[in-house]
Structure formats: structure tokens, C-alpha cells
């Protein structure tokens, strides 16, 4: 299975920068990849997870980060018990951090050809949406898709 579900991509944008990264074989949210990546600076990094800015925010969001684990994964339950724990200690961080007062949470788990994920390496969207825009578009996650790319 492909390390990117481009049935799933949002922009031309990154769709070409999903390209790039599958054809070298490099997971973005690995720890080397994250390290590599030009787009994604990590603002906070525990033990177990790391968290950065989304390079492709959903439209309606004055913030969006990714929390990742480290460890490679395409659902949280795949995870160790000590890296589930720190998500918490993660999530509390960057919380606190950003002076975050509201936010929406979401993570896609398993194969990404069905959950509208374009990763596969689960992450979880911390949502904060536009404040300041009374035009601004609500804040919609896709959470499922039909297998475009077998």
C-alpha cells in the first residue's frame, strides 16, 4: 500500500508535494521526514509525538495543527501504551502553549483510502476555527472516502 492516498488530496499543491515525497519514499511525518520538510516546523515535541502546522489548513480555521507519533502507525490502538499516554501530555502542552481556549479534535485511524486521510501515518487535527471572519466557512473534516486509488 502507498505511503499517500491521493484520492484524497485537496490542492494541485499538495498533491505535487505527495508525489515528491512517494517517489523518494519518505513518510512526512516520520521523524526524518518532518526533519526534511521544508513546510512542516515542529512547535512543540514530546517524548512520543511532535506538532506542527498543518501546510495544507482546512478552509474556515484560524489555527490547524497535526500531533504525530514518532513511531510509525496508521491507527492510535497500534500504538504503545506509553506513546497513547503522551498524547495527552502532548495535547495539554500545545494547548497551553498557544493559549488555545477552543478547539476541535480529530483523528483518522486505518487505511487512509477510506477515511479521507491523505497519510498514512495516523495524526490527530487539532481545529481552532476563524474567529475574526463572520464569512468564514465552517470547519468540515472529511472522514470517510470511497477507495479512489487501489
Known sequence: MSLYCFGNVRTERQRAEM???EAAGVCLFCPEGLAASPGQQVLLATEHWSVTPNEFPYPGTSLHLLLVPRLHATGLLELPGPALADFWVALRAVVESQGITHYGLGVRNG????????ISHVHAHLLVGEEDDPGAPPVRMRFSSRPADR
Do not use: N
Open 19 to 21: 508525489e515528491r515525497l
Open 111 to 118: 487505511d487512509c483510502r477510506f477515511t479521507g486521510a491523505t
